[in-house]
């Protein structure tokens, strides 16, 4: 049986206080929206309907080819909502997962689950609930005799007796989809609220004598919206929690996880320790045996095994196999260093290549470079590669040594195995095998000292 899912991501987020829609905005790395479609893609749904509103162009700008955006001008309510996906579901052979865009801790086996048990009972209406302590602010769920569901009362519509009641509405729920559009369509707004509320579909469904089932989660935090800010921070945190303790049970040492940051989706091989203060973002991946950390960032790179990262920053780079970066080293995007190289404190690549076994152990700048292997970077050498208008390559072949204090004036080409002076400024090609001095010629003055005192 075919599977469709419609995401619900019209709202505002007016506590939120942002320009930004609220389904955009990120837990663990990636925006709230993104977290829903992946769970009902994973879930099984092959066409993805984004039901959009505040900020629409923005979503449908994010969203791109991964789903249907559809715009809800005017925010009457969910039912009104889901009707916006009509057009697009109409002739639909099979079930829909209607789900909230602000749901990013929803597990895509959850939604799995509820669609078989849907499909299983044959119900015309399956929803998704949960027990929970306190159950304010939810819609109650009100069961008939036999355990079938009969109604959903939203908070400010129940009676007294109605809000004892702690089994709640998540706002997730699997339909068939033929005949559903119809009894949407039946929904008047005769509420407290003066809304199209989705949950009133139940009642009429009763009313044809249609099944409506329901199943519920043992973990009510997966339903858990975002309303604010402190709702997103609490999300982030469950989720990261997630994260790490998947890591750790694939043979990852993460010493400290409250204080760890690692996005979803982020991959790293067994044995390697990662020490607190380390944020590990977007699509990066780890090797085996690595320590990571402290004080790390490294966004969108790719780590070799048995390499140490400390105290830096890694930026769209690939970094190589048993080499040492830092402490307080800045690989900058488009940098490939190979394996057992050393990078030094307060050193910083931009959009380099650095060959296997090289080493900048401190106090440089390389950028737009290719070196070659075996190169060794004295302290303070700078590659001059703007001119205030252009880009420029250095060239440093193998076995290259690059003396103390060196200004590489771009473009230029140091052959294998040159020396350079330390101290130089070198602005032509050293040929291979040369040593290239670029300075003045040291002059002592006998007893300047002191007659410049007396």
Do not use: P
């Given at each position: 049986m075919d599977l469709a899912a419609v995401i619900l991501a019209a709202g505002k987020g007016t506590r939120m206080k942002s320009a930004l829609p609220k389904v955009l905005h990120q837990v663990c790395g990636r925006p709230m929206l993104?977290?829903?479609?992946?769970?009902?893609?994973?879930?099984?749904?092959?066409?993805?309907?984004v039901i959009a509103g505040f900020g629409a162009q923005q979503v449908t700008d994010f969203v791109g080819g991964r789903a249907t955006v559809v715009l809800q001008e005017e925010q009457l309510g969910t039912a009104h909502a889901l009707l916006q996906a009509e057009d697009e579901l109409t002739n639909f052979p099979g079930d829909l997962l209607v789900v909230c865009g602000d749901t990013p801790l929803l597990r895509y086996q959850t939604l799995a689950d509820l669609a078989h048990y849907h499909r299983e009972t044959g119900a015309a209406a399956t929803l998704l609930t949960a027990e929970m302590e306190n159950p304010t602010g939810y819609g109650r769920v009100i069961r008939a005799q036999g355990g079938s569901v009969d109604r959903i009362v939203e908070q400010k519509d129940a009676t007294p007796e109605e809000l004892k009641v702690k089994e709640i509405n998540t706002g997730v729920y699997c339909f068939k989809v033929a005949g559903l559009f119809a009894a949407l369509k039946e929904i008047t707004p005769a509420n407290a609220q003066g809304?199209?509320?989705?949950?009133?579909?139940?009642?009429?469904?009763?009313?044809?004598?249609?099944?409506?089932?329901?199943?519920?989660?043992?973990?009510?935090?997966?339903?858990?919206?975002?309303?604010?800010?402190?709702?997103?921070?609490?999300?982030?945190?469950?989720?990261?929690?997630?994260?790490?303790?998947?890591?750790?049970?694939?043979?990852?040492?993460?010493l400290d996880p409250a204080n760890t940051y690692i996005d979803e989706g982020v991959k790293i091989g067994q044995d390697s320790i990662i020490l607190p203060f380390t944020f590990l973002q977007g699509e990066t991946e780890i090797g085996s045996q690595c320590t990571i950390g402290p004080g790390c960032k490294i966004k969108n790179s790719t780590i070799g095994n048995g390499t140490e990262i400390q105290y830096s920053v890694v930026l769209d780079s690939t970094i190589g196999n048993h080499t040492s970066v830092g402490p307080y080293a800045y690989v900058r995007p488009g940098t490939v260093v190979g394996d057992q190289v050393k990078i030094g404190d307060f050193v910083e690549i931009k959009k380099s290549v650095i060959g296997n076994g090289s080493k900048i152990p401190h106090l440089s700048y390389v950028g737009d470079a290719t070196i070659g292997k075996k190169v060794n970077v004295g302290a303070g050498t700078i590659t001059c590669n703007y001119d205030g208008k252009n880009k420029y390559q250095t060239t440093l072949e193998d076995g290259a040594f690059i003396g103390s204090n060196t200004n590489l004036v771009a473009p230029v080409k140091v052959g294998e195995g040159a020396v350079i002076a330390a101290g130089s400024t070198i602005t032509k090609d050293v040929p291979a095998g040369a040593l290239g001095v670029a300075r003045e010629r040291q002059t002592n003055l006998a007893d300047w000292a002191r007659k410049r005192k007396e």
């Open positions: 993104d977290h829903v479609i992946n769970a009902v893609t994973k879930a099984g749904a092959t066409k993805t309907v809304e199209y509320y989705l949950t009133d579909i139940i009642q009429i469904l009763n009313r044809k004598n249609l099944t409506v089932q329901a199943v519920t989660l043992t973990d009510a935090r997966e339903v858990q919206g975002i309303n604010d800010r402190k709702q997103l921070a609490e999300a982030e945190k469950v989720l990261r929690q997630r994260v790490t303790e998947e890591l750790m049970a694939q043979g990852v040492t993460i």
